[in-house]
């Protein structure tokens, strides 16, 4: 059996490892010997880290593409709620070590933390589950799940704040050419979480300002303000889907999908 293990960094929880996640994937104890891997270019810091962390992400390789595990299992935590949750570096099956390359920065909120506990990881196993199934729908789901994972990997603010509106517009726009898009955009998000209007039309002009060269790049601090709450608002919309069957298989056709919103 080839093995993959991924340290978790800033996660703390009171699991009794290992945690089934999928079949092939599971949250353990982290086993990582220094002894038995090859050490060419990993620096001390790098030593450090992989054996600093509590846990590890086990992925079988023969069963799932370690990295389509690791980047799913991270959006799934994030989904969860806001967690400092990330992976820095992979041990492989030959023992080698591979840093990764978007290392999932830092959650920039007030109510960030870094506790995932026992009960929450059976949630964090269903929208694992939810997210495999979804994005293997049709082009515009797995579109939907690209974009929010590329959110999460952005290290720039409204880079994070364009992926979320991306998403959220895939998830609710029409096949065909519409007027009042903003409108559209605003009433569908709330109709199908109750968010707030005023909110989501500020995050959706952000997208028409960049496109039409009004955005003001001075402007980061409103920047950060405006990703949280498109963070929060991708975060309702895909925990809802995700976790309902009716609505995740809602996406199969365009007509039930908009019958959502």
Not at 71 to 78: D, L, N, P
Not at 87 to 96: A, F, H, P, Q
């Amino acid at each position: 059996m080839k093995i993959s293990l991924y340290p978790l960094h800033e996660l703390d929880s009171d699991i009794t490892p290992p945690v089934q996640i999928s079949n092939g994937v599971a949250v353990i104890s982290n086993n990582i010997d220094l002894n038995k891997i090859i050490k060419t270019n990993v620096s001390k810091e790098d030593a450090y880290h992989l054996t600093d962390t509590q846990l590890c992400l086990e992925v079988n390789e023969d069963v799932i593409c370690p990295e389509k595990a690791s980047i799913t299992f991270i959006i799934s935590c994030r989904l969860l709620k806001r967690t400092k949750v990330f992976i820095r570096y992979r041990v492989d099956s030959s023992n080698k070590i591979r840093k990764i390359r978007d290392d999932y920065p830092f959650v920039t909120a007030r109510n960030v933390t870094t506790i995932i506990k026992k009960q929450e990881f059976k949630k964090v196993a269903r929208l694992y589950s939810g997210l495999n199934k979804f994005k293997s729908i049709n082009k515009r789901t797995g579109n939907a799940v690209y974009f929010l994972g590329m959110a999460y990997r952005s290290r720039g603010w409204l880079e994070s704040l364009i992926f979320h509106v991306c998403a959220l517009e895939t998830l609710t726009s029409a096949t065909n050419i519409e007027r009042n898009i903003t409108q559209k955009f605003k009433d569908r998000i709330h109709n199908f979480i109750g968010y707030n209007k005023g909110k989501l039309g500020k995050i959706y002009n952000i997208r028409s300002e960049l496109v039409h060269g009004r955005y003001n790049h001075k402007s980061a601090k409103e920047t950060l303000k405006l990703n949280r709450i498109a963070e929060g608002a991708c975060r309702k919309m895909f925990t809802k889907i995700l976790l309902n069957p009716h609505y995740l298989n809602a996406f199969r056709n365009n007509t039930s999908r908009m019958g959502l919103f």
